[in-house]
């Protein structure tokens, strides 16, 4: 109940702050076209992050993995899990689906994890090149905060990829091997394949974060001539950012708070901040209900080890 109630509050804040005539207005400036070109560019983005998944599986000694298009699939199931109001369940019914194909259940949970910490890595680094002054690109006065995470989270990238292989060469390394269940899910985690694999998903995740933000664009486009794409590129990392622990259900409220907030940076209107929002919250539903729908006609043996291919 108190997450529901903190959803109420930005709304209710945003609600006195606004037109609502201006703010449908607005949000019927968007035609079928940039919606259908948003949604596409979103699945490719679905589709890119399956990749990623695939590619990091194989890296950890996996004899086998599911097909891309099954990745795909387990992807879009996530993303209707993820609606539900403790908001990483997606993840974790990600990990339960093709859990057969790992060594044990654990490795399954813990590749999904450090899919996500390449993915909010690259988010920041993205974030970091796009906050450069460029030519032609909007002036955006962060607040020193955010400055310190962005360039904090470039910084992370090149640790991870420099310090990653040096792990199991530190004193600690035998004994955190011997932990129960986590030990060995580790130790396979730290097989040179994934070292390798790391750089490679860095950049699919860049890819990646490159369509979302295209996506954002082709809504945002006909909203107001300030939603440009590169607004977009340095307003959606920090949207990330703020989101990314959602303090309330589906992140309703607090997301269209940070839209008001972040775009307004960059001179967009608060209605068409606004409406910028709840249309590609709109394209995230569509998606969820892609994989409600998939998740219903899904039967066990498409989860786990029965589908698992024998030599």
């Known amino acids: 109940m108190l997450r529901f109630a903190l959803a109420l509050v930005p709304l209710v804040w945003l609600a006195r702050r606004i037109d609502p005539e201006k703010l449908f207005e607005q949000a019927s400036h968007v035609g079928v076209w ?7 560019l979103y699945l490719a983005s679905v589709l890119g992050s399956a990749l990623r998944w695939r590619i990091l599986i194989r890296a950890t000694g996996a004899a086998t993995a599911p097909s891309l298009g099954a990745l795909f699939r387990h992807y879009m199931v996530g993303y209707y899990f993820n609606l539900l109001p403790s908001g990483v369940v997606g993840d974790a019914m990600r990990g339960h689906r093709i859990r057969g194909y790992l060594q044990d259940a654990t490795t399954s949970y813990l590749i999904v994890l450090l899919e996500r910490v390449v993915g909010l890595l690259a988010v920041v680094t993205l974030g970091a090149v796009a906050s450069l002054p460029l030519p032609g690109a909007p002036v955006l006065p962060l607040p020193v905060f955010f400055q310190i995470v962005l360039w904090g989270g470039v910084a ?9 292989p040096l792990i199991p060469q530190t004193p600690l390394w035998p004994y955190v091997i011997r932990l129960p269940k986590v030990g060995p899910a ?9 070292y ?23 809504i945002g486009g006909p909203l107001h001539s300030a939603i440009t794409f590169m607004a977009c590129a340095r307003v959606f990392p920090l ?22 907030y972040f775009f307004g940076l960059v001179g967009v209107p608060i209605e068409s901040a606004l409406a910028l929002s709840f249309v590609s919250f709109g394209v995230t539903l569509a998606a969820a209900a892609m994989g ?3 998740h219903m ?10 589908n698992v291919p024998t030599a």
């Open 34 to 40: 940039p919606l259908v070109l948003s949604f596409g």
């Open 156 to 164: 992370g990238t090149i640790l991870l990829l420099a310090a990653t």
């Open 186 to 194: 580790l130790e396979r985690l730290a097989e040179l394949r994934a």
């Open 196 to 218: 390798r694999a790391l750089p490679l998903t860095i950049v699919i995740s860049l890819a990646v974060n490159v369509l979302v933000i295209a996506s954002a664009w082709a």
């Open 239 to 260: 949207v990330v950012l703020a989101v990314i622990v959602p303090l309330t259900p589906a992140g309703i409220g607090q997301r269209e708070a940070v839209f008001a």
């Open 292 to 294: 409600a729908i998939i």
């Open 297 to 306: 006609r899904d039967t066990p043996p498409k989860d786990a080890v029965e």
